[in-house]
C-alpha cells in the first residue's frame, strides 16, 4: 500500500511542486492550505504522516502542531525558515518529530519523510532479542510501539519512542547523540542540531524517576545520554 502523505502549507504553487514529486516517488498526498483544515485532516486517522509549515495566516504552524497532538501521534514533519531556531526548538518541544528548513529540495523533503517512515513503520529484527524489553520502572513492546512506566501507559511521539527504544537496548550505558540520531532518526547528526537534546529533555518529563530520586535518563558528559539500569 501506498504511504499517506498530508502536507499543510499555504504556499500552493510550493505544495503542488513537492506533491507531484512525492506522488512520483509513490506516495498518496493530500494537500490542505491552512491549519484548521490540517487540524482536521490529520484526526481522521488516515495517513502515515504529515508535513507542516510553521509560517501560515490565521493559525500558524505551531499552534496547528499543538491542537494535533492533543488527539493524535501522527509523525509530523515541521517545515521552518531558514536560521530561526526559536521555531525549530518550540516545534520539538511540541511534539514534532524532526524539522527541514526551507527552501528545501523536493528531494531533501522525501528523503527526511521516508527517514521518518522507516523507523516508525519498521519490523522488529528477528535477532533473538526479547519481545518485550524491561528497565526498571519502564517496559516496551517494540512490536505494538508501545511503551508503559509503572505500568502506566507513556504517550510517545514516534521518535521518542524510537529514541527510548535504542536507549532501553543499551540500558546502563552511555549512548553518544550521533547513534541516537542516526538509529532514532534514521539520519547523521547535523552540526548545531539541538534535536535530539530537546526530544530527550521531553522523554525526560515523562518518564519516572528512579530509587534515589533522580531521573531514569542521565547526561553523561561528553559521551551522550544513558537511561540508568537499576
Not at 487540524?39 to 502542531?65: F, H, K, Q, W
Not at 521555531?87 to 528548513?101: M, P
Not at 532514532?184 to 530527550?200: E, K, S, T, W, Y
Amino acid at each position: 500500500m501506498k504511504s499517506k502523505v498530508l502536507l499543510i502549507d499555504d504556499d500552493v504553487e510550493l505544495v503542488s511542486m513537492f506533491q507531484e514529486y512525492l506522488e512520483q516517488e509513490g506516495f498518496e498526498v493530500k494537500t490542505v492550505h491552512d491549519g484548521e483544515a490540517g487540524t482536521a485532516e490529520a484526526g481522521t486517522g488516515s495517513y502515515a504522516i504529515a508535513v507542516l509549515d510553521v509560517m501560515m495566516p490565521r493559525m500558524n504552524g505551531l499552534e496547528t502542531l499543538r491542537r494535533i497532538r492533543t488527539h493524535s501521534q501522527l509523525p509530523i514533519l515541521m517545515l521552518t525558515a531558514r536560521g530561526d531556531d526559536t521555531d525549530r526548538i518550540v516545534g520539538l518541544e511540541l511534539g514534532a518529530d524532526d524539522y527541514v528548513t526551507k527552501p528545501c529540495t523536493p528531494r531533501e523533503l522525501t528523503a527526511r519523510i521516508r527517514a521518518i517512515l522507516r523507523r516508525a513503520q519498521s519490523a522488529p529484527l528477528d535477532n533473538g532479542m526479547p519481545a518485550t524489553l524491561t528497565v526498571g520502572q519502564l517496559t516496551m513492546w517494540p512490536e505494538q510501539r508501545r511503551a508503559a512506566w509503572a505500568g502506566n501507559k507513556l504517550e510517545l511521539t514516534s521518535t521518542e519512542f524510537n529514541l527510548l527504544e535504542v536507549l532501553a537496548r543499551n540500558a546502563g550505558k552511555p549512548v553518544s547523540k550521533n547513534t541516537l540520531s542516526e538509529q532514532g532518526l534514521g539520519r547523521p547528526l547535523a552540526r548545531f542540531d539541538r534535536n535530539i537534546d530537546v526530544h530527550l529533555s521531553s522523554l525526560r518529563h515523562k518518564l519516572g524517576t528512579i530509587a534515589d530520586g533522580r531521573s531514569c535518563l542521565q547526561t553523561v558528559y561528553r559521551l551522550g545520554y544513558q537511561l540508568i539500569k537499576e
